[in-house]
């Protein structure tokens, strides 16, 4: 898979629930039902971030907690920055 596909529908989304000052949305279930899709389309997402290095699935009893690496986020912040200058554009028009 490309990477350009890889931010393509809800990805993007789950990359900033994962990241922020205060994790609340830690695991798979978490972040599915706030994004509003199936826990295995989820994971199939959680996975293809995984395998390009950007989640960090730690087992913590019997739950998977996510955790972004350096690498995820740096694309998070990079998606709060384009979401930021796409609300300053549409402020001037």
């Known amino acids: ?14 990359i900033l629930l994962i990241s922020g000052p205060v994790l609340r949305y830690k ?8 994004i509003g899709c199936t826990y295995a389309y989820g994971t199939k997402i959680i996975s293809e971030l995984r395998d390009h290095k950007m989640v960090i ?3 913590v009893g019997r739950r ?17 920055q384009y979401k930021a200058g796409l609300k300053k554009a549409q402020a001037l028009y």
């Open 27 to 34: 695991s798979i279930t978490a972040v599915t039902k706030k």
């Open 64 to 80: 998977n907690e996510l955790r972004l690496t350096k690498k995820g986020q740096e694309v998070a912040n990079c998606i709060i």
């Open 1 to 14: 898979m490309r990477t350009h596909k890889l931010f393509e529908g809800l990805r993007g989304e789950v």
């Open 57 to 59: 699935l730690k087992k």
